[in-house]
């Protein structure tokens, strides 16, 4: 079975800095998909960012980027020029690209806090 | 185009009684997925609908069901509520590329 994992239950940042979640997962699959949701206060899950396994080229969508090491197994999401309202929960999630369809399976989370 | 809707939003049931919750997903999208987020459990996988039939399962006891209609929309019945089903249940839709999912706002369940 797939697990995800996510260390760092909290993590804090200045206003305009950057900061870096951490995630690793495990798999014996060779084609999926990474995700990373943001929850914030209202608990609506926001799609950040993707990334298909095939690709080694890291994904980016404007402040967010993510560094993926596929033979480590490690998604690390960075935030760079943090802004108050990316305070939320962040969860790691990953998809198999095979049989379990819309199935995603999530990571514990982490709070990210940041500070004016 | 309009995102995912969840009805109710928010819900208090007693132990012992059932309930069911409705997922309209986004327009032209045929899957939809649903799943428990608790502070112990965190979130996790229930069950997703493709097309009117369920495609995949997580690991619930079978208190809990789903269906899906011909327009897509979905719900979940739970049966025989006990205190551990108190959480947030959140449906996702994703379209035919069944890659991203994009969620609704949830229902915030509560059985007293």
């Known amino acids: 079975a797939q697990t995800v994992t996510q260390s760092q239950p909290e993590m804090s940042v200045q206003e305009a800095e950057t900061v870096t979640l951490s995630c690793t997962y495990d798999?014996?699959?060779?084609?999926?998909?990474l995700f990373w949701y943001k929850q914030p206060p209202s608990r609506q899950m926001i799609l950040v960012i993707r990334?298909?396994?095939?690709?080694?080229q890291n994904a980016t969508e404007n402040r967010f980027s993510v560094n993926f090491q596929k033979a480590a197994k490690s998604f690390s999401l960075k935030i760079s020029d943090s802004q108050l309202g990316d305070a939320a929960m962040y969860f790691c999630?990953?998809?198999?690209?095979?049989?379990?369809?819309?199935?995603?399976?999530f990571g514990q989370g982490t709070i990210l806090t940041v500070h004016p | 185009k309009a995102g995912v809707t969840q009805t109710p939003r928010y819900l208090i049931k007693t132990r012992g009684q059932q309930v069911t919750l409705s997922c309209s997903p986004i327009?032209?999208?045929?899957?939809v997925s649903w799943y428990q987020q608790t502070p112990g459990q965190g979130l996790q996988f229930l069950f997703e609908?493709?097309?009117?039939?369920?495609?995949n399962k997580g690991n619930f006891p079978g208190r809990f069901s789903g269906r899906q209609f011909s327009n897509s929309r979905s719900e979940m019945n739970v049966s025989t509520l006990e205190l551990g089903d108190s959480a947030l249940y959140l449906c996702?839709?994703?379209?035919?590329?069944?890659?991203?999912?994009?969620f609704g706002p949830g229902t915030r369940l509560t059985v007293t």
């Open positions: 327009s032209g999208h045929r899957s």
């Open positions: 990334q298909e396994a095939y690709k080694q």
């Open positions: 996702a839709s994703s379209g035919l590329a069944d890659t991203e999912q994009y």
């Open positions: 609908y493709f097309s009117e039939t369920q495609r």
């Open positions: 999630a990953y998809k198999t690209g095979g049989t379990s369809y819309g199935k995603l399976t």
């Open positions: 798999t014996s699959e060779s084609d999926y998909y």
